[in-house]
């Protein structure tokens, strides 16, 4: 069965410090991943979306990057982060064999 | 582009009672549709979903949803609330389209269900 790991599961970081979050998936191959943002315990926002090893696409203009360096890896990544980088940080996988997406646990993130 | 509509922040229900979470959609060709439930600080859990078929959909833990493509509705139901129901719903939409296409998020019913 597949898998889908996030972490670390909570996380306190200074203004202007990096980021570096991480999230795999186990038991499938070439999956669509994505990074979601939850701000305020409500809306998603889709932040990246990767098809592929090295291909990524951004959805929103932000302080944050992603990179996808394996089949089955997908970082999330701040150079400097902000106090408007704090939230939720959802890591999510879909497959072309499967028309739903599934989440891992999210990653609380609070920029202090 | 595609987008869903939650129109209710928040749903308050009585244990015991029917419940209904409403969800709009816009998409360009026929959608696939889902219902998701996140607890407090947790990931997201699948429902259930429409691909094709009967409008009327059975997910897990006793929800169901109908689809109505005329009123572009997918309202999630359950005939009888429990408390352990009271959290975030989330309703989504894919277009049901060649190539790669992104789930679209509706900004979250929370759900009450009282004793």
């Known amino acids: 069965s597949q898998t889908i790991h996030q972490w670390p599961a909570t996380l306190v970081q200074p203004v202007g410090s990096p980021l570096s979050l991480e999230c795999t998936v186990e038991?499938?191959?070439?999956?669509?991943l994505y990074w979601y943002r939850q701000a305020a315990g409500r809306g998603l926002q889709l932040l990246f979306y990767s098809v592929g090893i090295g291909q990524i696409s951004s959805e929103v203009p932000q302080n944050l990057s992603a990179s996808r360096p394996q089949d089955r890896q997908f970082i999330l990544s701040s150079k400097k982060l902000l106090l408007s980088d704090s939230g939720f940080y959802l890591c999510?996988?879909?497959?072309?064999?499967?028309?739903?997406?599934?989440f891992g646990q999210g990653t609380r993130l609070t920029v202090v | 582009a595609q987008s869903v509509a939650q129109p209710e922040d928040q749903v308050n229900v009585a244990e015991g009672n029917p419940l209904t979470v409403k969800c709009t959609y816009s998409?360009?060709?026929?959608?696939?549709l889902f219902w998701y439930v996140q607890y407090p600080n947790r990931g997201l859990q699948f429902l259930l979903k429409?691909?094709?078929?009967?409008?009327l959909v059975k997910g897990s833990y006793g929800f169901e949803a109908e689809f109505n493509k005329s009123q572009t509705s997918f309202h999630l139901k359950k005939p009888s609330a429990l408390v352990s129901d009271s959290a975030l719903y989330f309703c989504?939409?894919?277009?049901?389209?060649?190539?790669?296409?992104?789930?679209?998020f509706g900004t979250g019913t929370r759900l009450l269900v009282s004793p």
């Open positions: 999510a996988w879909s497959a072309l064999w499967t028309t739903e997406a599934f």
């Open positions: 998409v360009s060709g026929n959608p696939y």
């Open positions: 429409y691909i094709t078929g009967d409008n």
């Open positions: 989504a939409v894919r277009a049901m389209n060649t190539g790669f296409q992104k789930l679209v």
């Open positions: 038991g499938t191959s070439n999956p669509n």
